[in-house]
């Protein structure tokens, strides 16, 4: 994702990344009561780095986490259950 932005990966990191134990995560970015991926833009109608996201982006909303969370995933992606 550096390399796409053009950007230092040390200079990468600081900006975009948050340290939660020994892993990294994109950081988050609050609009009104959600919290967003710092590379969505609700202006832009998507992710802004699409071609190079991770694999965690990948394969949203398909995560084990949301077999037991149908009305979570129902929030996050309220296209992905049958009404």
Excluded at 21 to 28: H, I, S, V
Excluded at 57 to 73: A, G, M, N, V
Aim: charged content about 25%; hydrophobic content about 30%.
């Amino acid at each position: 994702m550096a390399n796409h932005l053009q950007m230092e990966e040390r200079v990468f990191a600081q900006h975009y990344l948050l340290k939660k134990g020994y892993k990294y995560t994109l950081k988050e970015q609050r609009v009104g009561t959600s919290h967003d991926c710092i590379f969505y833009s609700r202006d832009a109608g998507g992710c802004l780095v699409y071609d190079v996201r991770p694999q965690q982006c990948q394969t949203f909303p398909f995560w084990d986490y949301f077999k037991t969370r149908l009305q979570e995933l129902q929030d996050e992606c309220p296209g992905i259950i049958d009404a």
